[in-house]
């Protein structure tokens, strides 16, 4: 009988392929979820100190015991004084004081944050042109602005026995995001050399906010690329032009010395073959949805002894419908049909969301325990 594991020591043994004494459980908390567990709203997360959303995070993990905590990043220092937040009865609109690239990151023309849904912003959207006139935050300047004050606390709080990760962006979906999906696409087209230099300025920088995060104690990226899948752009596009810088940022990451899982938002189906070419230590897929298929048994197939899989359990539909036999029949079907042999961690497709019941997510994890005992049979 193999020896307990730490939640720690158990993630990093299915990241590196091996067995460990039972499948890990991950899943993705983006903050909508963990508030209610102490009786908040998702604004009081989104608008809350750095130690309250610390602390909000690290609640949701002791509640339910998975082996990882997506750490999320906070404010700087000096962020209150740089907003205007307006109370409109059902939501928050917060207004940047002034606009531009700034340490911190991107200020937005307006942030909408409901008091208990999910924010979204109106960005201010830059010129293809000047993205790469853009100054470099290092890491050095990122640290002190205090943006990661959160991931310092929750990795000595939590560090030694449980994984902490965090989320770090792509050049292709940083590039989209910064001039605008429309502008973005267009430029793909007529301005191909401007996009690829911003894509660079892009990853400069994520590489000056990897090293920052890892200095404030993060032991694992998750870097995802929301924008790049064949519902959105060609397999064509996708090969020229975020398949190459997705590589180059997971061959530059790999310097820093900590696991990188590659999420590739979207459907994959398509170019599968494409994404695995860029080797990073674990590949993450969302859950089946809005009209395509994502193979989760496919896609294990192709990665067993290749890469981890982090396997998206169903957190748009399933999770949150409260059928707690069906979460545990779909939860033992994914687990002995492809847990064999290591290199399999339990996680969900998309962000686990506010309707999820604590019973249902505890039915995903007890299950998993269950019948994900190393060695796993039928």
């Excluded at 979207?266 to 860029?278: A, Q, R, V, Y």
């Excluded at 949150?320 to 492809?338: F, Q």
């Amino acid at each position: 009988m193999q020896k307990k594991l730490s939640s720690k020591e158990r993630m990093l043994a299915a990241i590196n392929l091996e067995e460990p004494d039972v499948i890990p459980v991950a899943p993705y908390d983006g903050f909508w979820y963990a508030p209610k567990l102490l009786g908040l709203r998702i604004s009081d997360y989104y608008l809350g100190s750095n130690k309250l959303r610390a602390k909000i995070t690290l609640a949701a993990q002791k509640r339910h015991g998975y082996d990882w905590i997506l750490a999320g990043t906070g404010h700087t220092h000096d962020w209150r004084k740089n907003v205007d937040i307006k109370d409109i009865g059902d939501r928050y609109i917060v207004t940047p004081k002034k606009s531009g690239w700034q340490l911190g990151g991107w200020w937005y023309n307006e942030w909408v944050v409901p008091k208990d849904d999910i924010p979204h912003y109106l960005s201010g959207y830059l010129k293809i042109e000047d993205v790469p006139e853009l100054e470099i935050n290092d890491s050095d300047s990122i640290l002190r602005g205090g943006e990661l004050e959160q991931v310092e606390i929750i990795s000595k709080r939590v560090g030694d026995e449980v994984l902490v990760a965090n989320n770090i962006g792509v050049p292709f979906g940083d590039a989209a995001f910064m001039v605008g999906l429309k502008e973005w696409i267009l430029a793909l087209y007529r301005k191909p050399q401007l996009a690829e230099k911003a894509m660079e300025w892009c990853l400069s920088q994520t590489l000056e906010y990897a090293k920052a995060l890892v200095e404030a104690g993060t032991e694992a990226f998750y870097m995802e690329e929301i924008w790049a899948s064949t519902d959105i752009i060609s397999p064509s596009l996708y090969e020229r032009f975020a398949f190459p810088y997705e590589r180059l940022q997971i061959e530059k990451l790999r310097k820093l010395g900590v696991p990188l899982i590659f999420s590739f938002c979207g459907n994959p189906m398509l170019i599968l073959d494409k994404i695995i070419e860029t080797k990073p230590d674990a590949h993450h897929f969302e859950e089946s949805k809005k009209g395509f298929v994502v193979d989760i048994f496919k896609i294990r197939e192709k990665l067993r002894g290749r890469a981890c899989f982090f396997e998206p359990f169903d957190a748009i539909n399933l999770l949150p419908s409260g059928d707690l036999e069906a979460i545990r029949k779909s939860v033992i079907e994914i687990v002995t049909e492809t847990a064999r042999g290591g290199g399999v961690v339990l996680g969900t497709g998309c962000p686990l969301i506010k309707d999820t019941s604590p019973e249902s997510l505890d039915m995903m994890i007890r299950t998993a325990r269950k019948v994900g005992k190393y060695p796993i049979r039928a």
